[in-house]
């Protein structure tokens, strides 16, 4: 294998997947979807097979699909990041092994949901050293809270990233500003630099201005240009253009990041359909789709935000 130079960094959307009403991929619409996105000014790649794409609901045959269609559709021109969203180390490898064949340019790695019940430092790195094995494809370490049981402590990402070079970012929902500050100064200051992507899209700018090298976020896929002038605005320390940004992004967050957490997907989808993106708004169970009231809020939001005409 030959070693990649892709460093993920920058504004990296997740996309969302469209289906029809019988739950089949709609790969028509995927397909604009992620045109669009990728011709957005500043985007620098996409993430598939993620959270934002309901990879828990989709078999190895569909997100092989999927990246496939990605490729075909922006691959030559847009860096695709690819999830490995699986419990075992083994189903980790092939789907590794799966993403580099198919030709993306990183891995997303989503911790283990057996480290919910407890973790030690041996079990990361070895779950990482076996993904490496089979792909040298960088990798996007996808750090949760520590409360859960599932984000790593910072001592075991620099084991991590020690015995597993080609670990290049973490996807930072560590949901902790001290903590998050903290990974920033320790990570992004070793030789090479390991990125922190923010993906606390709830509370995007103040996690930026910390000093993240990128952002990689669900709500990209319907505000990637707000996003991108965002990170580009703290990058050039133009704070009163960041915070007018801010203020514009901070009534979709209010509403796709509001109780219950798990609808924020299914909400991004609905407000694609308002914006006239997405033809329909299916989700696949156990989600369900979400009550008019909660649509009007959509609605409302993305008129405040500027997005959707009154």
């Known amino acids: 294998m030959t070693q990649h130079s892709y460093k993920p960094h920058g504004v990296?959307?997740?996309?969302l997947l469209p289906f029809f009403e019988d739950l089949s991929i709609d790969e028509v619409s995927f397909r604009h979807h992620i045109k669009e996105l990728s011709g957005v000014p500043g985007i620098t790649a996409l993430t598939i097979n993620c959270h934002s794409t309901e990879v828990g609901s989709c078999t190895f045959e569909e997100q092989k699909q999927l990246l496939a269609i990605t490729m075909d559709e922006v691959g030559q021109t847009t860096p695709i990041v690819n999830g490995i969203y699986c419990d075992g180390s083994l189903e980790a490898q092939r789907l590794a092994k799966m993403a580099h064949e198919g030709g993306a340019s990183a891995l997303l790695v989503f911790p283990p949901g057996i480290h919910t019940f407890g973790q030690r430092p041996e079990m990361a790195i070895e779950h990482f050293k076996r993904i490496a094995e089979v792909s040298d494809l960088p990798i996007i370490a996808f750090q949760y809270g520590l409360a859960g049981g599932q984000g790593y402590p910072l001592s075991t990402l620099l084991k991590m990233i020690e015995a597993v070079p080609t670990i290049a970012a973490i996807k930072d929902w560590c949901g902790n500003p001290q903590l998050a500050y903290r990974q920033i100064q320790a990570l992004q200051t070793?030789?090479?630099a390991v990125n922190v992507l923010s993906t606390h899209s709830a509370w995007l700018f103040a996690?930026?201005?910390l000093g993240c090298n990128g952002l990689l976020s669900g709500s990209g896929s319907v505000i990637a240009q707000l996003q991108s002038?965002?990170?580009q605005a703290v990058?050039?320390?133009?704070?009163?253009?960041?915070?007018?940004l801010h203020h514009r992004i901070h009534f979709?967050?209010?509403?796709?990041?509001s109780d219950p957490f798990v609808d924020m997907h299914n909400r991004m989808k609905e407000a694609l359909v308002l914006l006239g993106k997405l033809p329909r708004a299916v989700v696949?169970?156990?989600l369900y789709k979400i009550s008019d009231a909660e649509i009007a809020r959509?609605?409302?939001a993305l008129q405040l935000a500027g997005l959707l005409s009154h």
């Open 252 to 257: 979709t967050a209010e509403v796709f990041y």
């Open 284 to 286: 696949r169970p156990p």
């Open 229 to 231: 002038d965002l990170f």
């Open 235 to 244: 990058q050039n320390k133009d704070l009163a253009l960041a915070q007018q």
């Open 207 to 209: 996690s930026l201005v």
């Open 190 to 192: 070793l030789n090479p």
């Open 298 to 300: 959509i609605k409302d």
């Open 12 to 15: 990296i959307p997740a996309v």
